[in-house]
Structure formats: structure tokens, C-alpha cells
């Protein structure tokens, strides 16, 4: 079974400081990974994911199959960026449209 | 394109009675999860459905179905309701099993 740990439930960050939301997974097999967000009052919406290697926002994220992470990142954070941020993954096999999600990580950028 | 949409958005219903809540696809999206999100347990997965074939399930009791149409629009059915049931439940829709997928608003359901 597959499981996506966040440990932070709650980050608070400076305006302008770098910011990073931890994502462990644990997974045998070779898992797509996603970070989605929820701005206030918004419907869930997906940030980026790993195979794309995008930059969205300012947001990267590289998936570390050794430590089993995918840790969120940003170099300068923004007031804007304040939100629930989830990661979540998706096994291969007969897990159709299955998301497993962490718990979410509330960020609160301070000005 | 038009995002994906739920209805209806709120409901109360009483305990011992069923609700069907409805989920609109973005156009051309074939699969439909469905998810419930509480406070304790987060976001968890109900089932999918791919070409009106439910092809995936989460570890919900059997009070807890669906269906889809040959248009895409699902729906879920929760039978005889527990307050425990009390939920937001969100659907969503892909391309693919694994691609990535777009939420609904979600549907605000409060069991009294």
C-alpha cells in the first residue's frame, strides 16, 4: 500500500524567505507524484508533478527516489503563496485514478 | 473550457436517509474519482470510473456506490446515512488513470 507523509502541518515564513513542505512517500514501485493547492475559498488545484519538471509559481519540486521525497520548494516566498499545499501520488498497476494524499501543509506567508 | 462541476453544492439530510450527488467532467475527460475530505482523515479515495466501468475502490462500506453515464457525468449514491458520513466530497476528472487531475467545488454534505 502506498502512503504520503507531510510532516508539517502548519509553516509560517517571512515574506521574501525561501520556503520548502516536506513530502515523504512509501512506495515499491515507481510512483507519480503531484503537489496541489487550495487558496481560500478555491477548489483544489494541481501545482505540478514530478514528470513534467516544471517550475509553476516559482514552486520546483524534485521527486528523490533514494530518500523516498518530493519536497515542495521556493525560493522567495510571497503573500500570495499562502494556502494549503497537498502532496499526493499515484501507483501504477490497477490503481486507476487513485490519488493518495498527505495530510497538507497549511503555509502562511507573513508580510 | 468549462472546469469541472458538482451539484448540488450543500445538503443536510437526516440519518437513515440516501443522497445522490451529481459530478460534471471537463469535456472529453473519460475518468471520474471521487474523494471525501474531513478534517481527521483528510482526503480519501472513493472510487473511479472509466467509460461507465468502475474500475478502482477505496476501503468505503458498500453504502457508498456509484455509477457513470455514457456522457461522462457521474454520480455517487450514500445510502442510509451516518453522521459520520458528514463530509465534503469532491470528484474529479482526467484523461488517464495517471494524469493528472481537476477538481470540482466539491459537495458540502452535513448529516444531522
Known amino acids: 500500500a502506498q502512503r504520503v507523509t507531510q510532516p508539517e502541518k502548519l509553516l509560517s515564513v517571512f515574506k521574501g524567505a525561501p520556503v520548502e513542505l516536506k513530502c515523504n512517500y512509501s512506495y515499491s514501485g515507481s510512483p507519480e507524484l503531484f503537489w496541489y493547492v487550495q487558496y481560500s475559498r478555491q477548489r483544489l488545484q494541481l501545482l505540478l508533478r514530478h514528470i513534467s519538471r516544471e517550475s509553476i509559481k516559482g514552486f520546483t519540486a524534485d521527486l528523490n527516489k533514494g530518500e523516498t521525497s518530493f519536497h515542495l520548494k521556493k525560493p522567495f516566498a510571497q503573500e500570495e503563496d499562502s494556502a494549503m499545499y497537498y502532496c499526493a501520488l499515484t501507483a501504477g498497476g490497477t490503481s486507476y485514478g487513485k490519488l493518495t494524499f498527505g495530510q497538507g501543509t497549511i503555509l502562511t506567508v507573513h508580510p | ?112
Open chain 2, 1 to 112: 473550457k468549462a472546469g469541472v462541476t458538482q451539484t448540488p453544492r450543500y445538503l443536510i439530510k437526516t440519518r437513515g436517509q440516501q443522497v445522490t450527488l451529481s459530478c460534471s467532467p471537463i469535456s472529453g475527460h473519460r475518468s471520474v474519482s471521487w474523494y471525501q475530505q474531513t478534517p481527521g482523515q483528510g482526503l480519501q479515495f472513493l472510487f473511479e470510473y472509466f467509460s461507465e466501468t468502475q474500475r478502482n475502490k477505496g476501503n468505503f462500506p458498500g453504502r457508498f456506490s456509484g455509477r457513470q453515464f455514457s456522457n461522462s457525468r457521474s454520480e455517487m449514491n450514500v445510502s442510509t446515512l451516518e453522521l459520520g458520513d458528514s463530509a465534503l466530497y469532491l470528484c474529479a476528472s482526467s484523461l488517464g488513470s495517471r494524469a493528472e487531475q481537476y477538481f470540482g467545488p466539491g459537495t458540502r454534505l452535513t448529516v444531522t
